[in-house]
Nanobody, 120 residues
Framework: QVQLEDSGGGLVQAGGSLRLSCAANGRTPSIYRMGWIRQSPWKERELLAA????????YYADSVKGRFTISRDNTKNTVYLQMNSLKPEDTAVYYC?????????????WGQGTQVTVSS
């Protein structure tokens, strides 16, 4: 198993930036594919970004492409999500997730979530 602890959320004005972090520990966390998912009461759960265990392959949802960047440091077992040009519609709870196989959206390994609020 792998345990995830995400952090870095907060309140920011539209156009601002935040960096989320996800610290992983447990069973060989560096071999997991990892990603960030957000959820809000008025939108469906959305996979925003994902990164392969090597860091060479990434995925971005259209809604965040060009604004968000996912990266990982396997020496620190940490994944990051740099969020720039934030918009009010980015307001949500953000979760990091890890999966050895299968979908991150249905993985058993999620962080506890960190709230991101973007004011207009």
């Amino acid at each position: 198993q792998v345990q995830l602890e995400d952090s870095g959320g907060g309140l920011v004005q539209a156009g601002g930036s935040l960096r989320l972090s996800c610290a992983a520990n447990g069973r060989t966390p560096s071999i997991y594919r990892m990603g960030w998912i957000r959820q809000s009461p008025w939108k469906e759960r959305e996979l925003l970004a994902a990164i392969s265990w090597s860091g060479t392959s990434t995925y971005y949802a259209d809604s965040v492409k060009g604004r968000f960047t996912i990266s990982r440091d396997n020496t620190k077992n940490t994944v990051y999500l740099q969020m720039n040009s934030l918009k009010p519609e980015d307001t949500a709870v953000y979760y990091c997730a890890a999966a050895y196989s299968g979908s991150l959206l249905t993985s058993d390994y999620w962080g506890q979530g960190t709230q991101v609020t973007v004011s207009s």
